[in-house]
Structure formats: structure tokens, C-alpha cells
């Protein structure tokens, strides 16, 4: 298959990370009585081992359904981008892989994934049953999907209860203000007031993101040009660096956490008493955190809010479910995805991860009649932005997270972070794409 669209360096490390022998569809079987699939699935609970757990019955289940059996790998979130990059261009991956929603224009300007068209749509059930909104960040706008919405996720606050009653506090911030005030309260000698994972280029980029659409700002223009160093972008970076080396309601040593569960894994221990995470109720249920205790309320807002802001407190967040085009077993692979986006397994699987159902139908079931899952809804209904539809989006992610990932090593260490160093980190993350 011809080079991708997305940038040199993003194509580099991928190849340089990820042995080519480890992408597996030619490897497969594809006899029409009994084929057998690949299916690379990302990290959605508290492990690795966990997803296993989780997965394993599900994919037993399509098996005894249909006779089709699934080779089934959880990839960490470290290495997930570099590893399906890397088959985009080797032509070899596997038959169904799950992809973050937001990468889904870049990898669709590879060429490399199938595309959802009405007629391969109705193979696996039709579109009118998914979410409009999950939907909608499946690919560059205008074009065929090149996935559909597994999980739907929505980032919110949350909050412990119990360490807010007894530092006093009565309800959750509604404001950056009210949180920093709070997260003081909150910080004592045994705990922290809010935790982050600063070593993960997914959770960086995202909060910048949203942090940059709250000032005004923008990652890209109109006609997809970079836009990474303005002033409004500065601003969303330094607040939060500001969170260890000003306000000091952070462990500094969070900027080391990238596995992407550590700092989720603070706020369920009580070693941390809020953090800004995607919807989780499942997860933290698994690390047996008191479900009395855990409050969600929608991330805070600027007061009063820059010129141009907006009220913006999450980007659209989920998971999608892909194929690639060259799988030798394509109508088993268009069936699995018609299994795990089916009513029941929509229910079970969100059910247990606490995400949220990718269609309507779901809804019914009485496991997403929480609290937790109104508020989560209706950030994604009112308050949530999608990530830029660019082709550039997976190097944007990489570049810039990678970027807040260097600024909050040195913030930890005690070194103070400028927004000139921001300026110029985020200057030289736009040059990596050619901007």
C-alpha cells in the first residue's frame, strides 16, 4: 500500500518502535469454514490483564455464535499509535484492531482501513443505531467512515466525597479558580488535591486541547494550517504546568505516570482527591474504591472567560473499531464488528468498563441509569468539542503531547516553566510537522 499522508517523523518512530513481524494478518488463516481473526484491542480497563479478563468471554461467546475464532492482543496506549502506523505502511496488521476515535482522519488518509460505506454499514446492522454524536468522529468530515464508535467516554472531575467533607468543601469547583483553591485544601501531608498522568501523550494532548478551546485558542486554523504557539495556546499549556510549580496541588512526581491508570489509580487509593479522567466507573469499582465516595461533575471553566473562549470541558472522546482493507477474512471480520457493537455487548462491555454505549439501544439497560452516566451524557451532549478533523491529527497528538511531556519533567524537577519555554516547545512541535 502507497506511503501514508501522515508526518515523516510520526512514520519514523512508529517503524523504528515497532518490529514489523509483530503485525499479524498475513500471518492468519482464512479458510471460509473455520477463518481465523486478529484482533488488536486497546487498554480500557485498570490493566492489561484486566482487558483479558474481560474480552476472553465476550470473544468466546462470537466464537460458539459463529464458528470464527479470534487471536486477540491489548495493546498499551504507549506503543498503540506506533504499532498500527508502522502496519499502515507495511501493509501488514491485523484483520480488526480497536484505534483511538481521534486518529481516525489520519489513518484514513492511509488508505489502509476499509471504509464504512452504506453498503458495508448495512453488514453490520446500519448507522441510524449508533449515537449521532460517537458517529461523528469516525473520519474527516465529508467522507466514509473508516471505523465505528465502540466506546464513547466524556472527561468530567471527579472528585472524592469523603476528603471533601472533611476539608469542608460542599460541592465540587465550577470554576479553575475554586479548584486550585480547593486542591490547597486538599493537599496535605498525606495526599494531593488533584493528580495527572504527565507522562502520557494522549491524556497531555487532550487536556491542552480543551484547556486551549476554554481560552480561545486553536491547534489549527481554517484551512488545517498548524497554529500551535499562539498565545491562547501558551496559556492552556502554562496552567498546567502551574498545577505542580505554582499552585502545588500536584505530586510532581505524576509527571512520570504514562501507563495511562497511575493517576486513576491515586484518586481510587485516596492517595489524591481529584483528577480529571474519562468516564471510569467500572475501572474504579475493579480497584474497589467505595462507590459513595466517588462524585463526577463537569472539568471547571475559566471566570470570567477570555475573549473567544468557550465552554468547552472535554474533547469528544471513545474508542473506534476498524478493519483493514487487506484482511483475507473480511465478511468474518465485518461480523465480529457487528457482534461488538450489538446491543448486548454494548451493554456488557460498557457495563464494565463504565464507558458509555456507542448506540441508542443500550440505553435501556438500567446499569447506565447513574448519576455518573447523566452527567457524562450530557457533557457529550453540550459541552464537547471533537479533536481537529485533520490529517495531521495523530502527529499533532504526538508532537505536542510529547512536548507537554518534556515541560512537565522540568516543572517537576523544580525548574520554572516560562511561557516563553511553552512558546518555543510548542514552536518547535509545529516545525515537526512542517508548519
Known sequence: MRPTKLSTLALAAALAAVPLAACGSSSG?????????????????????????????????????????????????????????????????????????????????????????????????????????????????????????????????????????????????????????????????????????????????????????????????????????????VAAVKQMMDFIQTDKITNPSDAQYSKGTEALVDYATGKTAMVIWQAASGSLKQLGMNAANIGVAPVPLPSPMPSGGKTVTSMVAGINMAVFKNTKNMSAALKFVKFMTSTPEQESLNGTYGSLPTVSAAYSDPVFHTSAVTTFRSILTSSAAPMPPVAQESAFETSVGTAIIHLYASAATGKAVTNSMIAQALSQAQQQLGG
Do not use: C
Open 29 to 233: 488463516t482464512s479458510s471460509a469454514a473455520h477463518p481465523t481473526l486478529t484482533y488488536w484491542a486497546t487498554n480500557q480497563g485498570t490493566s492489561l490483564q484486566n482487558d483479558r479478563q474481560v474480552l476472553s468471554p465476550q470473544i468466546a461467546k462470537f466464537t460458539k455464535q459463529t464458528g470464527i475464532k479470534v487471536n486477540f492482543e491489548v495493546i498499551p496506549w504507549t506503543t498503540v499509535l506506533n504499532q498500527i502506523t508502522a502496519a499502515t505502511v507495511s501493509g501488514k496488521g491485523p484483520d480488526v484492531l480497536n484505534i483511538g476515535n481521534t486518529w481516525s482522519p489520519s489513518l484514513q488518509a492511509t488508505g489502509a482501513l476499509v471504509q464504512f460505506t452504506p453498503s458495508v454499514m448495512s453488514q453490520i446492522g446500519g448507522s441510524s443505531r449508533f449515537l449521532a454524536g460517537s458517529l461523528s468522529a469516525t473520519g474527516a468530515p465529508g467522507k466514509p467512515p473508516t471505523a465505528v464508535p465502540l466506546y464513547s467516554l466524556a472527561y468530567g472531575l471527579y472528585y472524592n466525597k469523603a476528603m471533601f467533607a472533611a476539608a469542608g468543601i460542599s460541592s465540587p469547583p465550577t470554576t479553575w479558580a475554586e479548584l486550585i483553591t480547593d486542591g490547597k485544601k486538599l493537599t496535605t501531608s498525606s495526599h494531593w488535591g488533584l493528580s495527572i498522568e504527565g507522562g502520557s501523550v494522549a491524556e497531555n494532548i487532550h487536556m491542552a486541547f480543551e484547556l486551549s478551546q476554554q481560552q480561545g485558542g486553536q491547534f489549527f486554523d481554517a484551512a488545517g494550517k498548524p497554529t500551535f504557539d499562539t498565545p491562547q495556546n
